[in-house]
C-alpha cells in the first residue's frame, strides 16, 4: 500500500515538474550575461567630464543624458511585454542588444548634444529598458518558487555589470578617449547582450496561449488565485500603493548616487578623493542588497524586507540631515540606504508578481516600474526646489514613513473576500461551528 502511494506521489511531482526543463540554470546564465552588459549604462558618469573637455560642452549639460536615458529605460517598459508577445523573447532581447550597441557606436560620431541627447540617451536606454523588463521578467517565471532569490541573482548582475564596467571604460577612456571608447563599449555590448540571447527560453505560465507555447511551460506556485492585465490591476488600490511605494524607494537611493560625493564633500568634511571612494561603496553595497534581501524576501515575506528597508532607509536619511557627520557616520548611512535601495528594485518584480500573477508580469511591472522613472527626476527637482540636502532629506524621510505604512498594510487584491470565502466554506463543512 505504501509503495502504491509512494509511486503515485512519485509520478504526480513528475507531471507537475516535467514541464520545467532541466537545463533552466543556463537560462540564468544567459540572462546574467545579458544583465551585465545593461548594467553597463550605470557607468555613463565617466564620460561626463571627458566629453566636455573634447568638445566644450557644460558638464551638467552633458550629464543630462544620463537622465534621458534612465527615464527612455522606464518608458520603454511600457511596451516590452507586447513587443515580446509579437516578437519572442529570444528576438526581442537580440534586436534590444543590437539596437543599444548601435546606439552607443553611432555615439562615438556625434558632434552635438542633440544628437548625444537623441542616440545615447533616448535609444540606448529605451533598448536597455526592453531588454532588461522582459529578461528579469521571464527569469522569475522559470521559477516561480524562488522569485526573490532569482529577481535578486538577475538585479545584481546587472549592478555587476555597472561595476565591472567602471574599470574596463574608465580603461578605454583614458587609452583611446571618450569618443573611440563608446565605440568599443559599444561592440561589448552587443556581444554580451546577443550572446546571452542565445541560452534564453522563453516561459509560459500556464493557462496562457501564446503562439510561442513550444518553447517551455512552467507551473505557477504563487498563491495569486486571478492573472491580472493591465487594465484589471490598474482597478485595484493595491497598484497605486505599490507604485508610491516603489517611487519612494527609487526616488531615495537615486538621488542619493547622484551626489553622494558631494554630501562627502561638504556635510562631512571630506576631501575629493576620500568622498570619490564612496562611489565604488555605493556599487558594492548595492549589489549586496540586490542579492541578500531578495533571497531573504523568500523567506521572511517580500512586504516585510520592503518595510525594513523603508524604515532604515528614513533613519539614515534623517542622521545625514540633522546628525554632525564624520567619516564613519557617513559611510555608515551611504551603505545603509545604497543596500536598502539595491534590495527594494530586487523584491518588487516578485511583489507584483505574487500580486498580479505571472502570466502579465512583464506588462504589469512595466506600469509600476515607471516610479523608477519618476523617482529618477524627483529627487533632483525637490533638491532644486528646497535649495540644499538637508530638506530634500526630510521629505524624504516623511515619504518613507508614509510608504512604510503603506507596506505594513497592504495585502494582495481579493486577500479579504477570499477569506471570507473560505470562511464561509468552513462554516459550510463543519456544522458544529454553526452550532456554536
Known amino acids: 500500500m505504501k509503495a502504491a502511494i509512494s509511486s503515485a506521489s512519485s509520478a504526480s511531482n513528475s507531471t507537475k515538474t516535467s514541464s520545467i526543463p532541466m537545463n533552466r540554470w543556463l537560462i540564468v546564465l544567459g540572462t546574467i550575461i545579458v544583465q551585465m552588459g545593461l548594467g553597463t549604462i550605470y557607468t555613463w558618469s565617466l564620460f561626463n567630464q571627458p566629453l ?31 513587443l515580446q508577445e509579437r516578437w519572442g523573447l529570444q528576438r526581442l532581447i537580440r534586436v534590444a542588444g543590437i539596437v543599444l550597441g548601435l546606439g552607443l557606436i553611432l555615439s562615438s560620431q556625434v558632434s552635438s548634444l542633440t544628437l548625444l541627447y537623441l542616440l545615447a540617451g533616448f535609444v540606448v536606454g529605451f533598448a536597455d529598458g526592453t531588454a532588461y523588463i522582459t529578461s528579469l521578467s521571464n527569469l522569475i517565471k522559470w521559477f516561480p518558487e524562488r522569485k526573490g532569490l532569482i529577481s535578486g541573482i538577475s538585479v545584481g548582475a546587472f549592478g555587476t555589470g555597472s561595476l565591472l564596467f567602471k574599470y574596463v571604460n574608465s580603461a578605454l577612456i583614458s587609452a583611446v578617449g571618450p569618443v573611440q571608447a563608446f565605440m568599443y563599449w559599444g561592440v561589448i555590448v552587443l556581444v554580451l547582450v546577443v550572446a546571452g540571447s542565445f541560452l534564453i527560453r522563453e516561459a ?23 492573472e491580472y492585465t493591465v487594465k484589471e490591476m490598474l482597478r485595484t488600490k493595491e497598484a497605486y ?7 519612494t524607494a527609487c526616488m531615495s537611493g537615486l538621488y542619493l548616487i547622484g551626489i553622494v560625493k558631494d554630501i ?27 542579492i541578500i534581501l531578495g533571497a531573504l524576501s523568500d523567506k521572511v515575506g517580500r512586504m516585510k524586507v520592503i518595510a525594513g528597508a523603508l524604515l532604515v532607509t528614513a533613519v539614515a536619511v534623517m542622521t545625514l540631515s540633522l546628525v554632525p557627520l564624520n567619516f564613519g557616520i557617513f559611510f555608515a548611512c551611504v551603505a545603509a540606504i545604497a543596500f536598502c535601495f539595491g534590495g527594494n528594485i530586487t523584491v518588487f518584480p516578485a511583489i507584483v508578481a505574487d500580486y498580479f500573477g505571472l502570466k502579465n508580469q512583464s506588462k504589469n511591472y512595466g506600469v509600476i516600474y515607471q516610479g523608477f522613472g519618476f523617482g529618477a527626476l524627483a529627487g ?26 503603506m507596506a505594513l498594510i497592504i495585502t494582495p487584491p481579493g486577500t479579504s473576500l477570499r477569506a471570507r470565502d473560505s470562511h464561509k466554506k468552513q462554516m459550510q463543512f463543519n456544522p458544529s461551528s454553526r452550532a456554536s
Do not use: Y
Not at 550629464?63 to 511600457?78: D, N, P, Q, Y
Not at 496562457?208 to 517551455?216: C, F, I, M, T, Y
Not at 562627502?264 to 540586490?290: C, D, E, H, K, S
Open 52 to 82: 566636455s573637455d573634447r568638445f566644450g560642452w557644460d558638464v551638467s549639460s552633458v550629464a543630462i543624458t544620463f537622465s534621458i536615458t534612465s527615464f527612455a529605460l522606464a518608458f520603454a517598459t511600457l511596451f516590452a511585454g507586447r
Open 204 to 226: 509560459v505560465v500556464r493557462g496562457q496561449s501564446p503562439a510561442s507555447a513550444k518553447e517551455g511551460t512552467v507551473n505557477e506556485t504563487a498563491e495569486v488565485r486571478h
Open 264 to 290: 562627502g564633500v561638504q556635510l562631512a568634511g571630506l576631501n575629493v578623493a576620500t568622498a570619490a571612494n564612496a562611489v565604488a561603496m555605493v556599487a558594492i553595497f548595492n549589489t549586496a542588497g540586490r
Open 241 to 247: 500603493m505599490l507604485f508610491g511605494i516603489f517611487f
Open 380 to 405: 533632483s527637482f525637490i533638491s532644486a526646489l528646497l535649495g540644499g540636502f538637508h530638506l530634500t532629506f526630510i521629505v524624504i524621510a516623511v515619504l518613507c514613513a508614509v510608504s512604510l505604512l
